[in-house]
């Protein structure tokens, strides 16, 4: 078991060495899914930010449980 995975370890090429072998083109492919994905994780975190803000204050930070039951009754 120790051999297999000390040959996976040495053949496996890492992520630079994969990028390193592309071609121009899908390099430039890759590197817009990066942007892409680095712009729309900065936009889901600026939104959480913006909610953690506004939900911060004292009315909505309270949890559900702690309003007091109704007293209408459902028939």
Request: net charge positive; charged share 30%; no cysteine.
């Amino acid at each position: 078991m120790g051999v297999g995975y000390l040959m996976m370890k040495v053949t496996t090429p890492t992520e630079q060495q994969l990028y390193d072998e592309l071609s121009p083109e899908l390099k430039r492919k890759v590197d817009a899914t990066r942007a892409a994905r680095l712009a729309r994780e900065a936009e889901m975190k600026k939104q959480v930010d913006a909610q953690i803000a506004v939900d911060t204050t004292a009315e909505t930070a309270k949890p559900i449980w702690a309003d007091p039951p109704s007293t209408s009754k459902k028939r």
